[in-house]
């Protein structure tokens, strides 16, 4: 094996792994709780962690589902319904610091995209302590991202 390759990143979630299901857990029919994730194998040079998700619904609105930010680079993994790691930003569902379970409309199974991302630095967020999105998260950050892991899920309302 060749040594020298970089260590991948490695994302994934309390039921859930990349190209899965969303676990009904998480979501409006079920309890609504944020999921636990864990990842591995990040650079040593990562500072800080943030982790987003969203849903682009046939409209073509993002929806955002998870903000989450200044993650220390000591944490591996969050657990279920966690409230302190980490500093929330603004949901598009409800407008609040917090997660938000999807609650899709319409048939069909829905595509949720979860992302990692290993910075080289906190973001630097401090002109807007209240209401970061998700948008304004990713231009603090991408300057700053040593490595990202990307976990695409899917779920169906029953």
């Known amino acids: ?3 020298s390759l970089p260590l991948q990143l490695k994302f ?7 190209n899965g299901t969303y676990p009904k857990l998480y979501t409006c029919d079920s309890s ?3 999921p636990g994730l864990q ?3 990040a650079p040593s040079t990562t500072k800080s962690y943030a982790v987003t998700m969203y849903t682009i619904p046939p409209t073509g ?3 955002v589902y ?3 930010y200044n993650i220390p680079s000591s944490v591996s993994s969050i657990s279920d319904n966690s409230k302190n790691v980490g500093e929330w930003g603004i949901n598009t569902v409800d407008g609040k610091n917090t997660y938000t379970p999807p609650c899709s409309q319409g048939p069909g199974a829905k595509i949720y995209v979860l992302t990692l991302y290993a910075l080289s630095s906190d973001p630097n967020l ?8 998700m948008d304004m998260l990713y231009s ?9 892991a990307l976990m695409s899920v899917t779920y169906t309302r029953p």
Not at 12 to 18: K, L, T
């Open 1 to 3: 094996t060749n040594n």
């Open 12 to 18: 994934s979630g309390n039921g859930f792994a990349h």
């Open 32 to 34: 609504g709780i944020s």
């Open 39 to 41: 990842w591995s194998n």
């Open 61 to 63: 609105d993002k929806h």
């Open 66 to 68: 998870i903000v989450l």
């Open 126 to 133: 401090s002109f807007s302590t209240t209401k970061v999105t």
């Open 140 to 148: 603090s950050i991408k300057s700053k991202i040593v490595d990202s």
